[in-house]
C-alpha cells in the first residue's frame, strides 16, 4: 500500500543543511497499523509528512495507493491526496464552524449536494461515537471529542490511509485509550492501513501491527510489535520498550535491592503468547536446587497476544545457578541478568 524507497529530506537553514530524514526504505501493507516511533527531532514528523506531499522530498520516492506521490502535481495531486485522510495532535478544526460543519468540509469541497452530504456527514458522526453532538462547537467539546471530530472528517472521502500524526499526544492517558480503541474499530471495519507516529510505546503496543523506531533521520530497527517487545536489538528500541515493561519506579527498587546482602543473581525474563501461561518457575524450583524470590510482574496485551516481563532474584551454587539459567534459555524464553552476572 506504501512503499518508500530512498527517502530524504534535507532542510536548508541559515545555520546550514539540517537532514530531518536520511535515505529510508520502508514498505506498509494494505491494512496494517504501522508506528513510527522516535523522541523528538527524530524525524518522524517530515516522514509522515511526505507521504501525502505536505512536505516536498529532497531525494527518493513516495508511492501510496498506486500513485507515485512525488511526481504528482496540482489537480493529480489532490485527487490522490483524497486516498489520504490525516489527523493531527491539536486537531486543527475550523472554530467557527460546527461539529456537522467541520466534518462536512471535505465533501464540500468535492462538490457533494447539500444532502448527499448530511447523509455521509450522520455516517461518520455514528462511526466515531459523536450521536447528538454534530450542532455543537469545537470550544464546547472534550480533547477526545475534538479529536474524534478530527477522525470523522479525515475519513469523510473514504480515505484507503489514515496518517496519524502524534494523535494521542494532547490527550490524558484513559482519553488515549478510548481513541486507540476507536482506530482499531475503524482499522477492522474499514480495512483502512493506518500509519501513526508517536514517542510513546504504549500507543504502539496498543494498537500497532508493526514498528519502526527512527533516529535521526533513519530508521534504526523495525519489526512485528511482539517481537521487538520479545527482543529489542538497539539500545533505542530497549530504552522504548522500557517505557512500557519497567514502570519508572523500578529500576529505583531493583537497585536498592542489588545493595542488599544474599540477593543473589536477578534476571528479568521476557515470554510471549502462550509461554505467559506456563509454569516455568515451578518447572525451575522441581528440577534445580535453586531459590527464586519474584520481585515483579506484568503482563501486556498487543494486536498479536500477549507478553509478559517477570524479575525474579535467584539464589544457590553457582553452578546449579547457571544450569538453571540455561534450561530457562531452552524454552524460548529471553534472559537477561541485570545483577550479578
Ligand atoms: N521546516 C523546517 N525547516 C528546518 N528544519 C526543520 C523543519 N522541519 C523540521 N526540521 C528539522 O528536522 C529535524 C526533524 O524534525 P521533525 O519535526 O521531523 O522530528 P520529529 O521526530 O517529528 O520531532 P517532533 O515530535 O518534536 O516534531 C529536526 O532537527 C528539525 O529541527
Known amino acids: 500500500m506504501i512503499t518508500l524507497q530512498k527517502l530524504a529530506k534535507v532542510f536548508n537553514t541559515k545555520d ?36 501525502n506531499m505536505l512536505e516536498a522530498p529532497s531525494e527518493g520516492t513516495v508511492e501510496v495507493a498506486g500513485k507515485p506521490m512525488h511526481t504528482l502535481k496540482n489537480r493529480q495531486l489532490r485527487e490522490a491526496r ?12 475550523l472554530w467557527s464552524r460546527t461539529v456537522a460543519e467541520n466534518i462536512a468540509f471535505p465533501l464540500e469541497i468535492k462538490g457533494l449536494s447539500k444532502s448527499e452530504q448530511k447523509e455521509r456527514v450522520d455516517e461518520l458522526i455514528k462511526l466515531v461515537g459523536l450521536e447528538g453532538r454534530g450542532g455543537s462547537y469545537p470550544s464546547q467539546l ?41 482506530l482499531v474499530d475503524i482499522n477492522k471495519k474499514l480495512g483502512l492501513t493506518i500509519v501513526l507516529i508517536t514517542h510513546e510505546m504504549h500507543v504502539i503496543r496498543k494498537i500497532c501491527h508493526r514498528v519502526a523506531v ?11 510489535v511482539l517481537d521487538i517487545f520479545r527482543r529489542p ?3 533505542m528500541t530497549k530504552e ?12 529505583e527498587a531493583l537497585n536498592h535491592l542489588f545493595g542488599e546482602e544474599g540477593i543473589g543473581q536477578v534476571l528479568q525474563l521476557t515470554f510471549v503468547g ?22 515483579q510482574g506484568k503482563i501486556s496485551q ?29 524454552q524460548q524464553v529471553e534472559v537477561e541478568v541485570i545483577h550479578g552476572g
Request: net charge negative; with cysteine; hydrophobic share 35%.
Open 16 to 51: 546550514g543543511a539540517v537532514t530531518a530524514v536520511d535515505d529510508i526504505d520502508l514498505t506498509i501493507d494494505q491494512g496494517e497499523i504501522f508506528g513510527v516511533i522516535g523522541y523528538s527531532g527524530a524525524g518522524k514528523s517530515t516522514l509522515i509528512r511526505m507521504l
Open 82 to 93: 483524497q486516498e489520504i485522510g490525516m489527523i493531527f495532535q491539536h486537531f486543527n478544526l
Open 142 to 182: 472534550s480533547g477526545g471529542q475534538k479529536q474524534r471530530v478530527g477522525i470523522a472528517r479525515a475519513l469523510a472521502n473514504n480515505p484507503k490511509v489514515l496518517l496519524c500524526d502524534e494523535a494521542t499526544s494532547a490527550l490524558d492517558p484513559k482519553t488515549t485509550d478510548s481513541i486507540l480503541d476507536l
Open 214 to 224: 527512527m533516529e535521526n533521520g533513519k530508521i534504526v530497527e523495525q519489526g512485528d
Open 233 to 235: 536489538r538497539q539500545e
Open 240 to 251: 522504548f520498550v522500557k517505557q512500557v515493561t519497567e514502570p519508572e519506579e523500578t529500576e
Open 274 to 295: 502462550g509461554e505467559t501461561q506456563r509454569p516455568l518457575i515451578t518447572d525451575v524450583i522441581r528440577q534445580f536446587e535453586v531459590d527464586i524470590s519474584i520481585l
Open 302 to 330: 498487543t494486536q498479536h497476544g500477549s507478553y509478559g516481563s517477570l524479575y525474579i532474584s535467584m539464589r544457590g551454587d553457582k553452578n546449579t545457578v547457571k544450569e538453571a539459567v540455561d534450561y530457562i534459555r531452552a
